[in-house]
């Protein structure tokens, strides 16, 4: 954003009348010479705030906040010192003057403003024909059946494109704004056939920047099958850029404050409205039809420190909500979940079962680890299964970027997913490693998975790609790699295992990549053997293969007794085995919803292991 001439941020400071600035937003009562309050930073009862117009000043002398009028706007409107600025000038009609520019700079600046001239003009005009227009009757039929009444249509500015575009067209004529600027806002798009209109017959609803701007528009269709398209959106204009444009922001930065920093994140605009206006959620936003991307995690976490992820309530909704907690979780947010009842949003749950049941769902978020934990180990079926999930959470819980948080949720998951939490804190920090080293390739196919999502306001249903499937490698534990590397390079070793696979049934359950040792032993893929070794890999999980590509057939060269080297290796593998349900049973003993008995048990077993171990040490270590 160009800087605000020094000139210019003197005269925007200068044009505030603190008394008018401060009653937009808090109900003042004349106390002499002054005006007082409740403060609308900290709850009391008895008013402690005072605006002084003398000094172009406000106080609280009970939380001690204070400062001139643009402290105020940042404060209660949770806005950074620029925007401030601009929410100024523009309440006081003030021009704002910016450094010099180059030529290509001013122009677009210049395009930017007559763009949001003529979208504000457009959208009066769309909220004048549904809210009048006999012809949009069907869309005020549909509001009525979705529950949003006039008065939300007004707040939002909700409005009806009807299908022919001549009016408008001819309103923003007079106006001085011609097609060509139509086109630049994309009002208007160009075809073969010359300009076309590009919201017709759509619910119309004005996309707003942080300073309220109408900077775009979203239009949903009206009759099914009148457009592949339930949604379009304004494309990248001046003005108007999708990825860096959260719906509702505009008014939600206040109310995120209020909250405690937290802001609550939907799908889609009329969740975010039903949020607003049916259950007093004011701290709610959407992306528009997209997941969300850096330059929103990283917007966002200017007026917020935790997230409450609201999407639809089934486990597809969960999981689809993977995306927007990499982003928000990779920047410093703290990301929650909300746990709606299975096919239900936040509009259906307030008309379904009362905005009390969506406000409740709110207050009860629990950390988004927690929650994606709990669906995935409940569709866990088998041993495969579970060592496919610890890499995966452990590839979640990295994303988060304060150490200390992560730890407290690399120790939460190590509990919930019955691991050691040395070896599940060793995974993490495998990750992130390998992440920094910028060797993450390994550990994924494409930056982010891709989820089809059949509201995408650019996407034509039934024509949307499915990107590749996002693949986490399984962990495979040192010593079951070790046993898979030399049975795969050497066909006497190979044998030797697999007479002792009896005694490699503890490991091949209890440690992780045990099952790719067991497949191993059935296909005896002959070592140099190009095609049977294709043929074992390709008999594998994605995630086991994915973990194998480091492993090579190539003949190994091993001299000496090779009996007592897989003796050896055997018995290392069953201490591992021992030491891993240890490792296990010290992360559930600290689960505080254990009874006293359950404890109880857990150390009983936990002391066997204990001497299991030491029994089966070898001599050197027992002496």
Known sequence: MPRIVQECVERIKSSVDIVDLVGRYVQLRRAGNSWKACCPFHNEKTPSFHVNPARQTFKCFGCGVGGDGVKFLMMFENLDYPTALRRIADINGIPVIEEEENPEAARLRMLRSRIIQLNSLASSYFHRKLCRGKEAAHVREYLKQREFNIDIAKAWELGWAPPDYRELADLAASHGMDSRLQVDAYLLGNGRSGAYPVFRDRLMFPIRNVRGEVVGFSGRIMQEGQDPRKYVNTAETAAFRKGELLFGLH?????????????????????????????????????????????????????????ILCYDGDNAGIKASEKTFRKLAQVGMDVYQAALPPGEDPDSLIKHSGADALRQAIADAKPYLELRAGIELAAIQNANDRAALIPRMADLASEIADPTRRDVAVVDLATRLNTGLDDFRSIVNDIIRNRKEDTRKDFRQQDEPSYLDYDDPEAQYGMQEEGPVRVVPIHIHPTILDIIIYAAGHKGMQEHFVDRIEDLQEPIQKLSGGLILQRLMEKMPEPGNDEQWQEFIASLTPEQAAAMRAVSNEPLNIEGDLQAFVNSSCDVAVRAAIKADIDAIRARIFDASLTNAERAELGRQLSELTILLKEDAPADKKA
């Open 251 to 307: 008014k939600a930065t206040g109310p995120i404050a209020k909250a405690g920093m937290c802001v609550v994140v939907c799908e889609g605009q009329l969740d975010v409205i039903a949020c607003h206006e049916k259950a007093d959620i004011r701290n709610a936003v959407a992306g528009l039809g997209t997941a969300f991307t850096d330059d929103h995690a990283k917007m966002l976490h200017k007026y917020a420190s935790k997230a």
